[in-house]
């Protein structure tokens, strides 16, 4: 029996169907056709990487030529990029001596290097010691000089006190007697010669040098209560202060050297000048002298003290130990010519 006669369509033909098995395997085949292809891609970029890197290897880059700054060179420029340095471990400082390079035919060697521990370290400074000793004005200079001796600006002075000589004083007391016997009769006109040598001794003072007055008759006077820094401004106080207590407007009465030099060594100075006519009054000269050994017993070094028996008619020979037992020297100062003086009485 004939088939039944299909009916024509208005529409277009239907693509015939495509089973579902071929369309996996399409999909399937185009991933791994991906796949190898990145695979070979980042492989190749790898290789490309390794060979361009390796250290060691120098690198030749070609500049286009161009003006401005050129010298005379072909246009473009080589540079080459220099291989990084190796550097070989340091031998220890115990296997410090001559290295030869390993080589049938060796060319340099490097020369042997001295130990280091136990090296003497080179001196920046001189001692403390020659410091020290440049600050007082003495010392031993290097290559084999020597020197004593004052320099300017040390703060030290010269004094020339009646004869006296004394260098390198940082601090003076200038102890005076003021007493009525200092300008009896004929001696007015040495008491003021003696006012003038100190006068003179203040004036020539280092600045920096300390110093100090003290009069005395029956009681002592200070300047200050301390030592005095020897500016204009202290040395021209210290003369007006000096002439108001002068004996040839007020005389005083008595001779205690002891509280004078009580007085003094309370200053704490390094010298004492010592000026007196005769032996000290209300106490022995042996009390006077006790009175100072207990002083300088107190002191941090000895305090020098010079003494001068200044026109005096009595005590030369008490001066003479006060001087003697402190380091210092004794002057027997005697009366000038035409001066009436009381004759001197025997050393006591």
Not at 51 to 61: L, M, S, Y
Not at 128 to 152: E, K, M
Not at 299 to 323: E, K, N, P
Request: glycine share 12%; net charge positive.
């Amino acid at each position: 029996m004939p088939p039944p006669a299909q009916s024509p369509s208005n529409g277009p033909a239907s693509p015939p169907p495509v089973a579902a098995g071929s369309a996996r395997r399409t999909a399937g085949g185009s991933l791994l056709t991906s796949l190898l292809l990145h695979t070979l891609v980042v492989c190749v970029a790898l290789l490309w990487v390794v060979r361009h890197d390796q250290p060691g290897v120098e690198r030749r880059i070609t500049f286009p030529g161009g003006g401005g700054g050129g010298q005379g060179r072909a246009p473009g420029v080589d540079k080459k990029r220099p291989a990084p340095p190796v550097r070989a471990p340091a031998p220890p400082a115990s296997a410090a001596r001559r290295l030869v390079a390993d080589t049938p035919h060796p060319e340099v060697s490097v020369p042997e290097l001295p130990a280091l521990s136990g090296a003497p370290v080179p001196q920046l400074a001189p001692p403390v010691s020659q410091l020290a000793a440049a600050a007082a004005g003495l010392g031993a200079g290097t290559g084999g000089g020597s020197g004593t001796g004052l320099g300017p600006g040390s703060g030290f002075s010269r004094l020339n006190f009646l004869g006296l000589r004394a260098n390198a004083v940082r601090s003076v007391v200038f102890v005076v007697d003021v007493s009525g016997s200092m300008v009896q009769g004929r001696k007015r006109q040495s008491y003021a010669a003696l006012e003038q040598e100190v006068v003179r001794n203040l004036v020539a003072l280092d600045p920096r040098t300390d110093f100090g007055l003290v009069v005395f008759s029956d009681r002592p006077e200070e300047f200050r209560a301390r030592l005095a820094t020897a500016s204009d401004t202290a040395k021209s106080d210290a003369i007006v202060w000096l002439q108001a207590r002068s004996p040839l407007q007020s005389p005083g009465n008595g001779t205690r050297s002891d509280l004078a030099l009580a007085a003094a060594f309370a200053l704490k100075p390094e010298v004492i000048i010592f000026v007196s006519d005769g032996l000290p009054a209300g106490v022995s000269p042996a009390a006077v002298l006790q009175l100072v050994r207990g002083r300088q017993a107190a002191m941090d070094s000895l305090v020098t003290i010079h003494a001068f028996a200044y026109y005096a008619d009595s005590g030369q020979a008490f001066m003479r130990s006060l001087a003697g037992e402190n380091g210092g020297e004794y002057r027997d100062v005697p009366a000038a010519p035409g001066d009436t003086v009381t004759p001197p009485r025997a050393a006591q």
